[in-house]
């Protein structure tokens, strides 16, 4: 066993190339951050074979070899077994490969979120069999959040879900009654998985620097716009999916026009309904105020949207933890959305939040048309969304997490 051999456990894609191995680019800083702390990192993914002529998605890959904690990490493909019949049949040799791993690995920490195809999971199984000490990290509760999902669900794979339901509840609930160390993702998932184990802690995950703090000049322009009586400018950054609220984000957007307010909103980042939205974007006439930019692959011109951004609008509809209103507290935009615990706990301390029930659209375009009328307002939770940003750094987190580990495994 290497004394000093991290092996985490994850749902993250792989993609396996003619170059090689290559992962997506805020998991590769992930993977730099724990390298920082540990001296071996031993990484298993979902590998993905490269197609040719493939079309460029979505994602920045990085290759593995170009990482500069190449030489200290070791990168293991798990086969991709979402489906059922897949899992079984893959399931021995899954869990062989993951047995070898836990035996060479002195710290132990799984990525849980799934039943099938989970090798987080399975490798939670085997730690508990060798009879080692292990960690559980979960960003969001998951059966909640394919829950909310059953609706938008064809008719077999409803069905399916549901019925799976229970069981995936219960997997979790033992996996995380027999963890030694549970590491939940913001409040909402600390609020749920602590109840089932004495070792849980609230933690948070990012993937911004304190180099990208927004600076003192940033926001002093900010501020002198918007006693200017700028136009209010909202943002959001992530994925158009049902989730997220974007059919909502795009309601509370058009009421806010018909209330006489002037703005100008983007949303990036794809996903299965973005053409919905640009659809709805077009019926309501709103392409004069709103622009759907889609996936920028330029992370330094998603922060700058941001750090130029009034308002960071969101409308979560599920338990979940999402990095981006971390990124928007660091860029000095007040997070203003359907409330949750995690988004209340990150402003809890210094502010720069507003938040109404989930679902009130009114209520939330009523927040906007209040931050529109009275400036002070709006500039006070500017600045209050910067401090409360300051909390969040890569390099402050990660380490955190790592002492975590090291104190408790």
């Known amino acids: 066993m290497n004394e000093d051999r991290l092996l985490l456990v994850t749902h993250v894609a792989l993609k396996i190339g003619e170059t090689g191995v290559s992962i997506d680019d805020q998991t590769a800083r992930g993977i730099v951050r724990w390298s920082d702390n540990f001296e071996r990192i031993a990484y298993a993914g979902i590998g993905t074979v490269e197609e040719a002529g ?3 998605s979505s994602i920045n890959w990085v290759p ?11 990168v293991i493909p798990m086969p991709n077994a979402y489906r059922v019949q897949d899992f079984v049949a893959l399931y021995r040799s899954g869990r062989a490969r993951l047995a070898t ?9 799984f990525t849980v979120g799934a039943l099938a195809g989970d090798w987080a999971a399975v490798a939670s199984l085997e730690a508990i069999r060798q009879k080692r000490r292990y960690a559980v990290w979960f960003d969001r509760v998951e059966h909640e959040v ?3 999902g059953l609706p938008g669900m064809p008719l077999k794979r409803r069905v399916k879900e549901s019925a799976c339901l229970p069981f995936m509840q219960l997997y979790h609930q033992h996996l995380v009654r027999r963890c030694d160390l549970g590491l939940f993702q913001g409040k909402d998932c600390y609020d749920y998985y602590s109840r089932f184990t004495s070792v849980g802690q609230c933690v948070y995950d990012t993937h911004t620097s304190k180099k990208d703090f927004i600076k003192k000049s940033g926001l002093d322009l900010k501020v002198s716009g918007i006693a200017a009586g700028d136009a209010l400018r909202i943002c959001y950054v992530g994925r158009a999916a049902d989730m997220k609220g974007p059919i909502d984000w795009l309601e509370v957007l058009s009421r806010l026009r018909d209330a006489g307010v002037p703005f100008m909103a983007r949303w990036l980042g794809d996903g299965p309904l973005l053409d919905q939205m640009r659809t709805m974007v077009m019926k309501r006439s709103l392409d004069a105020h709103v622009e759907l930019t889609g996936f920028v692959s330029d992370r330094a011109e998603t922060l700058d949207v941001m750090k130029t951004s009034h308002v960071f609008m969101f409308c979560h509809k599920t338990p979940e933890s999402p990095r981006c209103l971390i990124e928007a507290l660091v860029c000095g935009a007040p997070i203003v959305g359907y409330r949750s615990s995690y988004a209340s706990e990150l402003t809890s301390a210094d502010g720069g939040g507003t938040f109404v029930d989930v679902g009130d659209v009114q209520g939330l375009v009523n927040c906007l048309i209040d931050l ?14 910067a401090q409360s940003g300051r909390r969040f750094d890569e390099e402050t987190v990660y380490r955190h997490r790592a002492n975590l580990i090291r104190s408790m495994l």
Request: hydrophobic share 40%.
């Open 54 to 56: 493939a079309q460029q």
């Open 64 to 74: 593995i070899a170009d990482l500069p904690c190449a030489g200290r990490l070791e």
């Open 101 to 109: 791993e836990v035996t060479r690995s002195r710290f132990l920490c």
């Open 146 to 148: 394919v829950r909310s």
């Open 372 to 385: 529109h009328q009275d400036r002070t307002l709006l500039s006070e939770q500017v600045m209050r969304a």
